[in-house]
């Protein structure tokens, strides 16, 4: 089992910020293609954005639709931990947020069963 732990999420009024936190202990996150997805309530689990290891930093972050221009995906492997910031937030992208992290990918994917490893989850709710 590969440790990922979120942290950031909360409560935020429409059109405001926030930045997750993606941290991972036991290995190094360098090696690794890290992806952010979401799940709302009663809807299917979308990836949202990710991001190729760093032997592949050449490889551009992949960002659905509807989140491209507000977030903005982004690691630090000093520290072991891949970011998510979340600007101009609206209240449809409320849901619970994960991190994944698979080994094997080339570059990365926002397709959710690539993946080997994920985080528990934190709650994102955008509302006034």
């Known amino acids: 089992q590969v440790p990922l732990v979120e942290s950031g999420g909360g409560l935020v009024q429409p059109g405001g910020s926030l930045r997750l936190s993606c941290t991972a202990s036991?290995?190094?996150?360098?090696?690794?293609?890290i992806g952010w997805f979401r799940r709302a309530p009663g809807k299917k689990r979308e990836g949202v954005a990710c991001v190729a290891s760093s032997p592949n930093r050449d490889d551009s972050p992949v960002y659905l639709d509807s989140v491209k221009g507000r977030f903005t995906v982004s690691r630090d492997d000093a520290k072991n931990t891949v970011y998510l910031q979340m600007n101009s937030l609206k209240p449809e992208d409320t849901a619970v947020y994960y991190c994944?992290?698979?080994?094997?990918?080339?570059?990365?994917?926002?397709?959710?069963?690539?993946?080997?490893?994920w985080g528990q989850g934190t709650q994102v709710t955008v509302s006034s």
């Open positions: 036991g290995f190094f996150t360098d090696d690794f293609a």
């Open positions: 994944a992290a698979d080994q094997m990918l080339a570059g990365c994917s926002l397709l959710g069963s690539l993946y080997d490893y």
